[in-house]
């Protein structure tokens, strides 16, 4: 393994992604919307719900439909924490993987199908290097991005939520164990099952679009888990997302080996 080709293309890509507007604006402004202008706005949801009157106002009731593991890890709360800790601990946590989700899948589709309609990728078939450095030198070009805002945007929204919530919770509350778990095991996870489908969709378009919205598929199992916690069919714990986790990795790891499989350069000059 050539470690110094599969850094050069990881540069020239990186580089590519800094300059493409179309790239960098959706991945600066869909986190910004999501780590901080949402949970700016959940912030006040208390304030809200427990008006005189409010539909919300009460959480007995609600409690007692949630999962007991989760009442316990309330204890000790009162109603107005209870509804921060829900919203911007629990009903965050599948939203913020939608993050390192849209980053991986638009870098790679551009990487892989994007060069391809641009005919910038003729040249980089003709260099000295293996189709397995090249094809790693892609998927890190678009991992480590999606890694870098995923990571990124946990720290801001660290910040943001602890601010946020101050006057409610008067303590710093975020992050959980279960958080951790979900940046550092289910985050990269999240990214590889984007760039990993992508690439493997990318090898059978020409170009960046359709790669792009065929590829946007994969992220209707995110979409799932949130319609699921909203509507208390599940509630993301640290079982859970050790869970996920692991499914995920395994379905990385079919997706990347199948991909690698059948991504051959003399198929890709074909298509140029």
């Known amino acids: ?101 849209m980053v991986s899948s638009v870098v790679a589709a551009d990487s892989f199908a994007g060069e391809k309609e641009r005919k910038t990728l003729e040249a980089l078939l003709y260099t000295p290097t293996t189709d ?22 946990f720290v801001v929204y660290t ?20 958080w951790i778990a979900l940046v550092v095991w289910v985050a990269p996870a999240v990214a590889a099952l984007g760039l990993g489908a992508t690439a493997l969709i990318s090898a059978r378009v020409r170009g960046f679009q359709e790669a792009y919205q065929l590829g946007g598929i994969v992220v209707l199992p995110v979409v799932a888990l949130v319609i699921a916690q909203a509507t208390g069919v599940m509630y993301f714990n640290m079982g859970l997302v050790l869970l996920l986790g692991l499914v ?11 991909s690698l499989r059948i991504f051959r350069r003399e198929k890709v000059i074909e298509q140029i």
């Open 1 to 101: 393994m050539n470690r110094r080709a599969v850094a050069a293309i990881v540069r020239k890509d990186l580089t590519v992604v800094l300059r493409s507007k179309a790239i960098l604006i959706p991945m600066i402004v869909v986190p910004l919307v999501m780590l901080l202008i949402l949970p700016l706005t959940m912030a006040f949801i208390p304030n809200l719900a427990m008006a005189p009157g409010a539909p919300m106002s009460g959480m007995d009731e609600f409690m007692g439909q949630m999962p007991a593991a989760l009442r316990q890890s309330l204890a000790g709360l009162d109603e107005a924490q209870m509804i921060i800790v829900l919203m911007l601990v629990h009903f965050m946590a599948p939203l913020y993987l939608i993050l390192p989700l």
């Open 132 to 153: 397995r450095e090249l094809y790693l030198g892609k998927l890190l070009s678009a991992w480590l991005p999606a890694m870098g805002v995923a990571l990124g945007g």
């Open 159 to 178: 910040v943001v939520a602890n601010a946020a919530a101050w006057p409610v919770m008067g303590r710093i509350f975020f992050p959980n164990a279960m």
């Open 248 to 258: 995920l990795w395994l379905i990385d790891g079919i997706l990347l080996g199948v």
